[in-house]
């Protein structure tokens, strides 16, 4: 008896493949899927799924195995195509390749292919990659073990520039960038020992201090980076900085010999006793009589200052703070000072504008052509302390005649003058802050806070002697008053 017309075909019969027939193909009910077998091709079939979707699909016996491999979806696949991919195939494993592995294979090559096309591009990406960002990952881990100042100075040497400076006076005028900044603009895999060179070249001309400390900074930095697995493939061999040309284009620093003699001391305390900002007066005094680093005695706070015990403890970059005596002259002058903020030396606001720098802002005015300033202009402190006193000190070295006179080279003036006295070295190290130089105050010396006292209480009267300066510890800060 002949089947129906539109009755599903027989699925234990060969048949010949035809749109129709595929068309009127279902899965038996109770089953997840089933196959119909091509008359022209015999390891061709077509796949049914319970839910109806159909597909061509290779069926052969490999060891005593079946194996399948589906071809593709009978919407996508004609008829033939799908007859000539299982003779293909049928061909292939007569031949003794299994198609599965074969498929395997390729899906493999294409994965490695894939990954090694991802790793090309992170490759190229990585070697794209600004010297300014491995800079702020070398900052951010190395930042634990350095002091602040140091981890600040490495900011300074790489800025931008562009911003309003906070040099007294000088808000108005905008910073320039810092020696590192058009290094680390770069690449990390073109700063090499030419680019290094040239660069040295320029800076040395234009900036040579500040120049040779940030080659050095970028020498850390370059040796850093080739211990880094992640990025030592960037750099050659070795260290693209260190080459004499860069050293010689950088020169050799100068040693600083601006210090106050004993016979200057007059005049110095006098002219900056003159002073009418009584903070930056007494910081100036402050900084002479404790030997200490301008920046040290500048983030003074009041927490850091003992008046039971007479001591004062400064935040050191060798040590991470050292405490030294608080003598009687230094302790008058931190007793008039106002106590506005945490900080000893504080500025809520600078002083108005003297002549100097209104004139100089009347110039920059008319260049600009904008209006002059008019009247006294008072300009916010941002970090509740002094800026660095430089044009303060520089001006009252000029009514005391004296030329070149840096702040730091207030800090060689306290070791100098000691020598006056016969103090012992390592004596003066300790109360600046100086690293031992021999084994005995390595290992061997330590002095406490009342040995110190009696050799800097004598420092300060000395010093307060030759500059006519009388004090009575016991008077107080209000008795202060000059020799004539």
């Known amino acids: 008896m002949a089947r129906p017309k539109n009755a599903p075909p027989d699925l234990s019969e060969r048949v010949n493949l035809v749109p129709g027939v595929i068309e009127r193909l279902t899965c038996p009910e109770g089953k997840q899927q089933a196959f119909l077998r091509d008359r022209d091709v015999p390891r061709l079939r077509v796949r049914v799924t319970a839910a109806g979707a159909k597909s061509f699909v290779f069926e052969a016996k490999l060891n005593k195995q079946t194996i399948r491999r589906t071809i593709g979806d009978v919407r996508a696949w004609t008829i033939e195509a799908a007859r000539a991919e299982a003779r293909r195939l049928a061909v292939m494993l007569d031949g003794g390749t299994d198609p599965r592995e074969l498929e395997r294979q390729q899906a493999a090559a294409r994965a490695a292919e894939q990954a090694a096309e991802v790793a090309r591009a992170a490759a190229e990406q990585k070697a794209a990659m600004p010297a300014r960002e491995v800079w702020e990952v070398y900052l951010q881990e190395r930042r634990p073990h350095w002091g602040e100042l140091h981890y600040l100075s ?272 390592g004596v003066v190290a300790q109360i600046q802050g100086h690293k031992p130089s021999a084994t005995a105050e390595k290992h061997y010396k330590r002095r406490p806070l009342d040995l110190l006292r009696v050799h800097h209480e004598r420092i300060e009267a000395w010093m307060l002697e030759q500059a006519g300066v009388a004090f009575t510890p016991a008077a107080g800060a209000a008795k202060l008053h000059a020799v004539k």
């Open 154 to 425: 490495h900011l300074e040497k790489a800025s931008l520039g562009g911003v309003p400076s906070k040099r007294r006076g000088m808000t108005d005028t905008l910073t320039k960038p810092g020696p590192l900044a058009a290094l680390l603009a770069l690449p990390l895999r073109e700063l090499n020992s030419e680019r290094i060179e040239a660069w040295a070249a320029d800076e040395g001309k234009l900036r040579p201090s500040s120049a040779r400390l940030a080659w050095r900074q970028l020498t850390v930095f370059l040796n850093w980076c080739a211990e880094q697995q992640r990025f030592a493939d960037l750099l050659p061999d070795r260290n693209p900085a260190k080459t004499k040309r860069a050293r010689e284009s950088l020169g050799r620093p100068g040693v600083k010999d601006d210090v106050l003699t004993k016979e200057q001391l007059a005049a110095w305390f006098a002219a900056v006793r003159g002073i009418q900002n009584p903070v930056i007066s007494a910081a100036l005094q402050v900084m002479l009589l404790t030997g200490a680093r301008p920046g040290e005695v500048l983030a003074l706070e009041w927490a850091d200052v003992n008046w039971q015990w007479k001591g004062l403890t400064i935040r050191d970059k060798v040590e991470g703070e050292r405490t030294i005596p608080l003598t009687p002259y230094v302790a008058a002058l931190l007793e008039q000072l106002p106590r506005r903020n945490a900080y000893v030396f504080s500025s809520t606001r600078t002083l108005a504008m003297d002549d100097h720098n209104r004139q100089r802002r009347a110039r920059k005015a008319a260049a600009r052509g904008t209006a002059a300033p008019s009247g006294d202009v008072l300009e916010t402190s941002a970090s509740g302390q002094i800026a660095p006193p430089n044009t303060p000190h520089t001006r009252a070295c000029k009514v005391a005649g004296i030329d070149g006179l840096t702040l730091h080279g207030l800090r060689r003036s306290f070791s100098s003058l000691t020598e006056w006295m016969e103090i012992p070295a």
